[in-house]
């Protein structure tokens, strides 16, 4: 950890000048684990509902007497205190199950993307030496397929495979929540389980009581993992507390009560659904109705019939809505809290959200190493394609890059924050754990690799990356997994991997290939897409390739992406505008 230069009082203090005065600058974080929340809302409100499936709800009390069964049947698999659950799964009821059950048992939360294929999965299976699988029925092949590729000694122990039938109403999702059919024909499906495996009801039935709770705020709960500009994905190490100062923070910044109804659509893996999915909701005992997928028509149809309160989604959603032919008759009236990041609001977008509905798109921005928020956009006084202020405990800086002197007011460096929601570092990678984090005033920063500024009234505004990494509808790429995997393809003999511009998406994956001589004439662009699709999560896949006959490179033989980043962004200027 590099020591930086004391800053000027003055600029640290700049932050501060618009900070909403209903709230406090600092919170007394509760110093208990993420159970208790749930065991104090199923107290309060054990009738009250805490998910609603499409016609199917679960009240406080049953999430927190299944979650207890759970636990007590992963204490049976052999689940001690610290030892990782990996959930693989879609949006459901079950999602909120398994994650407080992982916590009752004192274990530790190993979040994965659903839509990894079997190539990326393993990967998670033995960097966390994953003990315990629970996973949805459409994914168990890939659980098995996965595990049968390594040594018996780092297979998990036992898997646990739900349906998302299981969880909806007898007849399936309610007809007036408008599913669509290709939806409801996935949600209804029933597929069989792998050898071995144990199914959702079976290991719920047993009535298996847990040992005693005693996780504290400083233990470990959730490992989620996120990659980087080298290597495979790293396990960010998120305590109790680190998760539970955004749990009730984002409370209190959006509003939140119990008599709020929230909408979970942003994935549950992802560090933003956790915390407005998982963990917010339940720290202030609301309902939350869960979307498995994205549907524009089903979002709008469930806010109309739940008139939700509460809505943390990506730009891209409301987009995709305003798009629907449908929208106008869509009761959008119970919206009282609009909030998001991962890619900037457009302003057209934001004016018409003002102007029809009266609400205002609150940006933040967060990483997986944050727990999501450092920064939020006050909604009384929300600034548009802006990162918003530092919240609760948060102090953010923005500093040169390369020398790590603060920088002026107004000048671009990368931003480094400190708060009680930073990570502790990466699982089992010290050096990339230093080589994250800068110190100030005896204070331990986080390095962002986002470069932007500080304006004069304290709000962050991103400009570019110092890091290299492609932003697709929220969802971060790196191009150097990708990259990995494109190795793979029997054709490919290097492969660059760069954004391009898509109206959609903001960004999109785009792979420049050298194809080995023996398959030059053979393999075409889209036979190298269709592989990636199969080998690799759809938002990693590349969606554009174009063949080369070789990448530039420098004097030491490494490939000069930036070469080839600009080339593109000459190319696609005349497109622009």
Same mark, same amino acid.
């Given at each position: 950890?590099?020591?930086?230069?004391?800053?000027?009082?003055?600029?640290?203090?700049?932050?501060?000048?618009?900070?909403?005065?209903?709230?406090?600058?600092?919170?007394?974080?509760?110093?208990?684990?993420?159970?208790?929340?749930?065991?104090?809302? =199923?107290?309060?409100?054990?009738?009250?509902?805490?998910?609603?499936?499409?016609?199917?709800?679960?009240?406080?009390?049953?999430?927190?007497?299944?979650?207890?069964?759970?636990?007590?049947?992963?204490?049976?698999?052999?689940?001690?205190?610290?030892?990782?659950?990996?959930?693989?799964?879609?949006?459901?009821?079950?999602?909120? $199950?398994?994650?407080?059950?992982?916590?009752?048992?004192?274990?530790?939360?190993?979040?994965?993307?659903?839509?990894?294929?079997?190539?990326?999965?393993?990967?998670?299976?033995?960097?966390?030496?994953?003990?315990?699988? *629970?996973?949805?029925?459409?994914?168990?092949?890939?659980? =098995?397929?996965?595990?049968?590729?390594?040594?018996?000694?780092?297979?998990?122990?036992?898997?646990? $495979?739900?349906?998302?039938?299981? @969880?909806?109403?007898?007849?399936?999702? =309610?007809?007036?929540?408008?599913?669509?059919?290709?939806?409801?024909?996935?949600?209804?499906?029933?597929?069989?389980?792998?050898?071995?495996?144990?199914?959702?009801?079976?290991?719920?039935?047993?009535?298996?009581?847990?040992?005693?709770?005693?996780?504290?705020?400083?233990?470990?709960?959730?490992?989620?993992?996120?990659?980087?500009?080298?290597?495979?994905?790293?396990?960010?190490?998120?305590?109790?507390?680190?998760?539970?100062?955004?749990?009730?923070?984002?409370?209190?910044?959006?509003?939140?009560?119990?008599?709020?109804?929230?909408?979970?659509?942003?994935?549950?893996?992802?560090?933003?659904? @956790?915390?407005?999915?998982?963990?917010?909701?339940?720290?202030?005992?609301?309902?939350?109705?869960?979307?498995?997928?994205?549907?524009?028509? /089903?979002?709008?149809?469930?806010?109309?019939?739940?008139?939700? @309160?509460?809505?943390?989604?990506?730009?891209?959603?409301?987009?995709?809505?305003?798009?629907?032919?449908?929208?106008?008759?869509?009761?959008?009236?119970?919206?009282?809290?609009?909030?998001?990041?991962?890619?900037?609001?457009?302003?057209?977008?934001?004016?018409?959200?003002?102007?029809?509905?009266?609400?205002?798109?609150?940006?933040?921005?967060?990483?997986?190493?944050?727990?999501?928020?450092?920064?939020?956009?006050?909604?009384?006084?929300?600034?548009?394609?802006?990162?918003?202020?530092?919240?609760?405990?948060?102090?953010?800086?923005?500093?040169?890059?390369?020398? /790590?002197?603060?920088?002026?007011?107004?000048?671009?460096?990368?931003?480094?924050?400190?708060?009680?929601?930073?990570?502790?570092?990466?699982?089992?990678?010290?050096?990339?754990?230093?080589?994250?984090?800068?110190? /100030?005033?005896?204070?331990?920063?986080?390095?962002?690799?986002?470069?932007?500024?500080?304006?004069?009234?304290?709000?962050?505004? *991103?400009?570019?990356?110092?890091?290299?990494?492609?932003? =697709?509808?929220?969802?971060?790429?790196?191009?150097?997994?990708?990259?990995?995997?494109?190795?793979?393809?029997?054709?490919?003999?290097?492969?660059?991997?760069?954004?391009?511009?898509?109206?959609?998406?903001?960004?999109?994956?785009?792979?420049?290939?050298?194809?080995?001589?023996?398959?030059?004439?053979?393999?075409?662009?889209?036979? *190298?897409?269709?592989?990636?699709?199969?080998?690799?999560?759809?938002?990693?896949?590349?969606?554009?390739?174009?063949? $080369?006959?070789?990448?530039?490179?420098?004097?030491?033989?490494?490939?000069?992406?930036?070469?080839?980043?600009?080339?593109?962004?000459?190319?696609?200027?005349?497109?622009?505008?």
């Amino acid at each position: 950890m590099t020591r930086l230069v004391t800053p000027r009082p003055a600029q640290a203090q700049v932050q501060y000048s618009h900070w909403p005065r209903r709230l406090p600058r600092e919170l007394a974080v509760p110093r208990t684990s993420l159970w208790f929340n749930l065991a104090v809302s =199923a107290a309060r409100y054990p009738d009250k509902p805490a998910t609603v499936f499409l016609g199917a709800t679960l009240s406080f009390d049953t999430l927190r007497a299944q979650a207890e069964a759970l636990a007590g049947w992963l204490q049976a698999q052999g689940v001690g205190k610290g030892d990782r659950v990996v959930l693989f799964m879609q949006n459901c009821p079950q999602y909120l $199950v398994s994650f407080y059950a992982v916590n009752r048992a004192d274990a530790v939360v190993v979040p994965v993307n659903p839509m990894n294929r079997e190539d990326e999965f393993g990967h998670y299976l033995t960097d966390p030496q994953t003990k315990v699988v *629970i996973c949805s029925g459409e994914l168990a092949g890939v659980v =098995a397929a996965a595990s049968a590729r390594l040594a018996p000694a780092q297979r998990p122990a036992a898997v646990l $495979v739900t349906q998302y039938w299981q @969880t909806l109403p007898p007849d399936g999702p =309610a007809a007036d929540c408008q599913v669509p059919e290709p939806m409801r024909a996935w949600l209804m499906a029933r597929h069989e389980l792998p050898p071995g495996a144990t199914d959702w009801a079976d290991a719920l039935g047993q009535g298996l009581v847990p040992g005693p709770h005693t996780a504290g705020p400083d233990d470990l709960a959730m490992l989620p993992y996120t990659s980087g500009t080298t290597g495979l994905p790293k396990g960010c190490v998120h305590t109790h507390a680190t998760l539970m100062s955004n749990s009730c923070g984002g409370c209190l910044w959006g509003h939140a009560s119990a008599e709020s109804v929230g909408l979970a659509v942003v994935p549950m893996f992802h560090i933003t659904g @956790t915390l407005y999915g998982v963990l917010g909701p339940v720290f202030a005992g609301m309902t939350l109705v869960i979307m498995p997928r994205w549907d524009r028509e /089903l979002c709008g149809s469930l806010i109309s019939r739940y008139r939700v @309160t509460h809505w943390t989604c990506i730009p891209t959603m409301i987009i995709d809505l305003f798009a629907s032919p449908n929208y106008r008759s869509f009761n959008l009236t119970s919206l009282r809290y609009l909030s998001g990041g991962g890619a900037a609001m457009p302003k057209a977008v934001a004016e018409r959200l003002l102007e029809e509905f009266g609400l205002t798109f609150a940006e933040g921005y967060g990483l997986t190493e944050t727990a999501a928020p450092t920064h939020g956009n006050p909604p009384e006084r929300a600034k548009l394609q802006c990162l918003g202020i530092p919240i609760f405990g948060v102090d953010s800086r923005v500093i040169d890059p390369t020398t /790590l002197e603060e920088l002026p007011v107004g000048e671009v460096g990368e931003i480094i924050s400190h708060g009680p929601m930073v990570f502790k570092g990466y699982w089992q990678q010290p050096e990339a754990t230093d080589a994250a984090f800068v110190e /100030l005033d005896g204070k331990r920063f986080f390095r962002t690799g986002d470069l932007g500024r500080m304006d004069e009234e304290g709000y962050f505004f *991103i400009t570019d990356r110092l890091k290299r990494m492609i932003n =697709a509808s929220g969802y971060k790429v790196w191009p150097s997994e990708v990259e990995m995997l494109l190795y793979r393809h029997p054709a490919v003999q290097e492969a660059c991997v760069i954004s391009s511009r898509d109206a959609y998406r903001g960004e999109t994956v785009k792979a420049v290939v050298v194809l080995r001589a023996e398959a030059k004439g053979k393999t075409t662009e889209q036979d *190298i897409i269709s592989w990636a699709h199969e080998h690799m999560a759809p938002y990693k896949a590349p969606r554009l390739v174009s063949f $080369v006959d070789a990448l530039p490179k420098s004097g030491s033989g490494k490939v000069m992406w930036r070469t080839l980043q600009e080339q593109e962004q000459q190319i696609q200027q005349p497109q622009a505008r």
